[in-house]
């Protein structure tokens, strides 16, 4: 038997809960709360490149190297550009001598150990550059395979490597569907593009975007709506590269074809 | 037990230990998990900072403007008004303190980046005037008969 006072007891205790809003029973997501603090003013760097409008002069190229201390004359670039020429026969031809450091200045197609091909005017179908760069993806599997924590991705969504954590391991490097990343010749570590990470967090434009007499290549806020390069992407037939790995690649092409690779 | 069991025990017991111990030691402070998650976020958040503090040493356009206004106005009204200073004059760095001159590049090598003809349909470069280098005044440079800031002038004397 339930007496008097045990009654009342129970009965605060029911009330009590009932007065409590299901609201305080929700699992609140800290990253939610964070993006509330900030007042939407996120930041998430994408990369818009328009291959009409390049020319194969490789300033990016030059830049590059020069702003971010890649060893000039070593084989490697953390960007580059690829010249293809489509003949009339269905052939694709795809060259970048030096990443394209110093252009193309000639017909001639470098098929590489100093051998060079060249293609009649008249044969051409279609000629365009593509400039390359790390696509920092969304879903990055060169962050997945570090097995020491040495590469990341910073929470405005540049893919980074720290340099007194990397192992040299070389997994990023083949885990990269795009072949962006390669050792540093003086370091020794795994590199890559950080689209100049210190530049764009002050409010500059990366090297090679700078360099790029042709607009060519944009950097901008995709998380910004009225950001050039967000309206571009959200309006115009942007396409991205090897999508079918999944990676969601934040560099947009505009002008693609089914030939670049 | 017997003692030969326990022996193996310890020496793991004592691996495991200094493999904690060194961890500890040497595994530095702000490293872990940080706003991306476990997976694409596990590193040492003092990185970030390291690149932040990179250098920089392209300076755009609009540094050079604030001293040399002569030559930008000079170069925004000609066809060359695209091209940014730096693409010929080098990285501007701390200019004009450090380097109190830059090296300005004025070879064929240069121009020839975008003005050797290719006949490109469907890219920009079939656009722009092009000579071929190999019959077009070899071995001369460019800047002795045209003038870079105003490629309609002919070049300085």
Known sequence: ?261 | MRNHVWRPLYVVLFIVAVVLLVRKVYVPKDFGIQDRGYMYGFHRLGSEADWKAFPVKYRSTEYCRDCHSDKYNELKQSPHAVIPCEDCHGPAMNHPDDPPTLTIDRSRKLCIRCHARLPYPGSGRANIPGIDPETHNPGAECVLCHYPHDPRREAKK
């Open chain 1, 1 to 261: 038997m339930m007496n008097r006072r045990d009654f009342c007891k129970k009965s605060v205790l029911l009330f009590g809960t009932l007065a409590v809003p299901l609201a305080a029973f929700e699992l609140f997501d800290p990253t939610s709360l964070l993006a509330e603090k900030n007042d939407g003013k996120e930041v998430r760097w994408g990369f818009l490149v328009d291959t009409e409008k390049c020319v194969g002069c490789g300033f990016c190229v030059k830049a590059c190297k020069i702003e971010n201390e890649v060893p000039y004359n070593a084989d490697v670039s953390r960007t580059w550009v690829e010249r293809y020429v489509v003949t009339k026969d269905g052939k694709t031809h795809i060259d970048s001598p030096k990443a394209a450091r110093d252009g193309f200045t000639t017909e001639k197609i470098a098929l590489g150990e100093g051998k060079f091909l060249d293609i009649k005017p008249d044969d051409i179908a279609k000629g365009f550059f593509v400039p390359k760069l790390c696509n920092q993806c969304d879903n990055p599997p060169c962050v997945q395979v570090c097995p020491v924590g040495a590469t990341y991705q910073t929470k405005d969504g540049v893919v980074l490597v720290d340099r007194t954590w990397c192992i040299g391991c070389g997994y990023c490097i083949m885990g990269c569907p795009y072949g962006v990343r390669f050792f540093h010749p003086v370091y020794h570590v795994a590199e890559k593009c950080t689209f100049c990470y210190h530049r764009i967090t002050k409010g500059m434009k990366t090297a090679c975007v700078n360099a790029c007499p042709f607009g060519a290549r944009q950097i901008g806020n995709l998380k910004d709506p009225d950001d050039p390069v967000t309206r571009t992407i959200m309006t115009e037939r942007v396409n991205i590269l090897k999508e079918e790995y999944g990676t969601k690649p934040q560099v947009f092409y505009l002008g693609l074809t089914k030939e670049v690779r």
